[in-house]
């Protein structure tokens, strides 16, 4: 699903290069070809080259939201513009009821340019609708229609040409009745459930088996178990709680770079990735994308599609994480980010209520507050670890707590969010655990 993936292995603080898109890298690269060594970065210059920016405000470009600022609309939907657009709002093509013509006035039902066909059916070259997705993608979650004029990493079978089910983020043809709860159509990974071959180690409609489905605020987690057991022995329905994240099997650290070209909150993303690879019991894989050349991603809007077999661990607020700018449109994440008068903070996505808020004048570099939250999306079932400081100075103290107290500690995590303040008090510019302390939590 990925196209540009590393595995990390015990990485420190060091200082890390980028890698390309679309390439594999040696994890000790990096660590190879200079590095400030094992000291915790600070907010400054060690961090991000510059002095320290809001590690938030809005997303990929677009203004910030404003306090009390409403959620954006859900990616998808039809294409396209209406039927009508010249001059006042007169039509195209007066003789045509939808507005839309070719140059010499024969009326067509949609245009390259204006696919205005509905929802499962794309513009052909003969200006008609017939089944499909649209070519520009908006038709389709990830936003990518493949030369099949199927959706690529669907999560629904609208996304796919009649007679195909979505089928573990593929379009395919269901698999028989006779092969319920077995894997003859699926191969060996899959079970065929209800017609889609379905991987019960993830699916939280499925978890351990068709059929069992987890609630609305539970995800399908690992467990440990012996060699050869079944799903049903290695896989439960766990509540979407901090706890449960060492509980997924793979890491995907998402990278911020094509629009953050400071090393700013990939320093403290890869620390987190490393420590989640050295103290989480399961080991889980763990690796990095850019944000701008994966499938796991909408790259337009964020939106995930990744499903429930991998943690997106996102670092860094929505204004460089586009991941996180849709979380916090759609109210998926627990807290989002605003900017007031005069001040930063978080909101409460369940009653807009303000968590907490830090005045925009000051020394971010000695004082900051930051969040640590996990989620799921519902629609694909993706799964997301946050960490984010109202500056960068709180995303580094959110880094060093997430390995030095909340995964030793982790078990007692069991909400789905906390707040916290840093304050530094032995003027080193860089968190220690005494300095650090929670002010809020909630699921």
Same mark, same amino acid.
């Given at each position: ?5 590393? $595995?990390?292995? *015990?990485? +420190?603080? &060091? /200082?890390?290069? @980028? ?6 890298? !040696?994890?000790?690269?990096?660590a190879n070809n200079g590095g400030s060594g094992g000291a915790a970065p600070t907010a400054g210059k ?91 993608? $908006?038709?389709? *979650?990830? +936003?990518? &229609? /493949?030369?099949? @004029? ?6 629904? !079978? ?93 890491v995907i650290i998402i990278l911020d770079s094509d629009i953050n070209l400071e090393e700013g909150n ?178």
């Amino acid at each position: 699903m990925l196209c540009s993936v590393r $595995t990390i292995g *015990a990485l +420190g603080w &060091c /200082g890390i290069g @980028l890698i390309a898109a679309c390439t594999v890298k !040696d994890p000790n690269e990096d660590a190879n070809n200079g590095g400030s060594g094992g000291a915790a970065p600070t907010a400054g210059k060690g961090s991000g080259g510059k002095a320290p920016k809001p590690s938030t405000g809005g997303r990929s470009g677009s203004a910030s939201m404003p306090e009390g600022g409403t959620p954006g609309a859900p990616e998808g939907g039809s294409s396209g513009e209406g039927g009508s657009g010249g001059e006042g709002g007169a039509p195209e093509c007066p003789g045509c009821d939808n507005g839309l013509c070719l140059p010499d006035g024969t009326c067509v039902d949609c245009l390259a340019t204006k696919d205005v066909c509905p929802p499962g059916q794309h513009c052909t070259e003969a200006h008609a609708c017939e089944p499909g997705c649209k070519a520009n993608g $908006t038709s389709c *979650a990830s +936003g990518i &229609c /493949g030369e099949d @004029l199927n959706c690529q990493s669907c999560i629904g !079978d609208e996304e796919c040409l009649p007679g195909l089910v979505c089928s573990n983020g593929e379009c395919t043809e269901p698999c028989t009745g006779d092969a319920q709860g077995e894997s003859a159509d699926c191969g060996d990974e899959l079970l065929c459930c209800s017609t889609h071959c379905t991987d019960t180690f993830t699916d939280s409609q499925n978890c351990g088996g068709c059929g069992l489905a987890c609630g609305a605020t539970q995800f399908c987690g690992l467990q440990a178990c012996a060699s050869g057991a079944s799903a049903d022995d290695c896989t439960s329905c766990l509540d979407t709680t901090l706890s449960g994240v060492c509980n997924i099997g793979k890491v995907i650290i998402i990278l911020d770079s094509d629009i953050n070209l400071e090393e700013g909150n990939r320093t403290p993303a890869r620390a987190i990735g490393a420590a989640l690879e050295a103290q989480c019991g399961l080991t889980p894989t763990v690796m990095e994308a850019e944000q701008a050349s994966l499938e796991a991603l909408n790259l337009k809007s964020g939106r995930p599609v990744s499903g429930g077999g991998e943690l997106l661990l996102v670092v860094g607020g929505p204004f460089y994480q586009n991941l996180e700018g849709y979380l916090e449109e759609q109210r998926i994440a627990p807290l989002y980010h605003f900017i007031g008068d005069g001040v930063t903070g978080y909101r409460r996505s369940s009653d807009d209520e303000v968590v907490l808020t830090l005045p925009n004048d000051g020394d971010h570099d000695s004082h900051d507050f930051f969040i640590i939250q996990f989620m799921r999306d519902s629609a694909s079932g993706s799964l997301a670890l946050n960490a984010q400081g109202l500056w960068l100075s709180g995303t580094v103290a959110a880094a060093h707590l997430m390995e030095h107290g909340v995964l030793p500690d982790l078990t007692a995590k069991t909400n789905a969010w906390y707040a916290y303040e840093w304050t530094d008090l032995n003027d080193d510019k860089a968190p220690d655990l005494a300095e650090i302390v929670e002010v809020a939590s909630g699921n």
